[in-house]
């Protein structure tokens, strides 16, 4: 009898029993089963940890970061070799919304190695520093690489990537992509976030500053065009821009409404990366041919040479175009059959 009460007491209570009892959340992970989450954030992520390895082998693995190895000199020098994605760019992609179902988010959300990889990308972020591009713009006004002073072969170029944003067309729908503007045509392509940005790339492609380049695209009749990327990831900007679009309207010209895009989200890490977007204080400028690969591209303010490049590549790329038979005659490719211009026969 003393040995039983001496045991009863020694031995725990129910509630310190409950207390200790858990379940881990590795029990409910489905490490096994796919998910098919191919246009958002969340798979992007697997791949940050490559894209700093991808950089120190590509052309522009000397360029000052907003992350990384903080630089104390820097001098731009041209571009060497192509930049661009390795993969044709397809309308729809890099929207920046997620379109995974309430199953797939499910899945994601008890998936433990998810988990991981999101706690790795937003370590990343925190470890930013948030004046770093700010303090690169100390080299050369930010300038970070020098236009290549011929364009890259067609064979050997790479891709600009398919950028979704809301236009200045008043008409519905709003939102549009860059490729289907792209394909088919020579474009040049300035990418801006600020209005210092935009002034850099105004150096490239203002009528002012660059006559002989507008007087091209003129005479091109169509085949050629100016397309403006305005990138706002911030909402209070971007809500700002809208509310003053109807004197940006005035600004651009009815003609361009539709050559002018407002993009707020889908530019990742490694767009940034392949296109050389490595500063988001800092004008860039492209120029993409009728297939969507990048032929040429200069960064910050122009020097004179350089604009003579842009304006000399244009009519390199025009005169492509006309060897192929890329000219009114044209219809973009369906999708599926990738990227590229198939020619009609021309009415009679």
């Known amino acids: 009898m003393i040995l039983a009460r001496r045991g009863a007491r020694e031995a725990p209570c129910i509630l310190c029993q409950w207390r200790s009892f858990s379940v881990s959340y590795r029990q409910f992970a489905v490490p096994d089963k796919p998910t098919t989450a191919s246009n958002t954030d969340l798979k992007k992520t697997a791949q940050a940890g490559d894209i700093a390895n991808k950089a120190k082998d ?10 990384g190895k903080k630089l104390e000199s ?23 919304i997620d379109t995974r179902s309430l199953q797939q988010r499910r899945d994601d959300f008890v998936n433990y190695e998810k988990h991981l990889q999101r706690r790795e990308f937003l370590k990343s972020q925190m470890a930013r520093p948030y004046f770093r591009d700010w303090r690169n713009m100390q080299f050369h006004n930010g300038k970070t690489f020098l236009a290549p002073p ?17 236009t200045l067309a008043k008409s519905k729908p709003y939102a549009a992509d860059t490729t289907s503007l792209l394909e088919g045509r020579a474009s040049v392509v300035t990418i801006f976030s600020s209005m210092w940005a935009e002034n850099q790339a105004a150096t490239f492609t203002a009528a002012d500053k660059n006559p002989a380049l507008h007087a091209a695209l ?22 700002l821009i ?6 940006l309207r005035r600004r651009v010209g009815r003609d361009n409404w539709g050559r002018y895009f407002l993009v707020r989200r889908g530019i990742t890490d490694e767009i940034r990366e392949s296109i050389g977007l490595l500063n988001g204080k800092v004008g860039y400028t492209y120029l993409v041919d009728h297939h969507c690969r990048i032929r040429w591209a200069g960064s910050g303010d122009a020097e004179p040479e350089e604009r003579e490049g842009l304006v000399k590549g ?18 973009s490719r369906p999708a599926g059959e990738g990227i590229g211009v198939k020619k009609i026969a021309p009415s009679l």
């Open 58 to 67: 590509g052309p522009l693995a000397h360029v000052p970061r907003g992350y």
């Open 74 to 96: 820097f001098t731009p020098t041209p571009l060497g070799r192509p930049i661009g994605m390795n993969t044709p760019p397809r309308a729809g992609e890099n929207t920046g």
């Open 218 to 239: 003129q005479a091109s009749g169509g085949r050629a065009q100016l397309v403006q990327v305005n990138v706002e990831e911030d909402t209070l900007k971007a809500w």
């Open 150 to 166: 011929r364009l890259f072969k067609a064979d050997l170029s790479l891709y600009f990537p398919n950028l979704q944003g809301r």
């Open 242 to 247: 809208r509310l003053f679009m109807g004197s």
């Open 314 to 331: 244009v009519q390199r790329v025009l005169d492509e175009m006309h060897k192929e038979g890329v000219g009114e005659n044209f219809v």
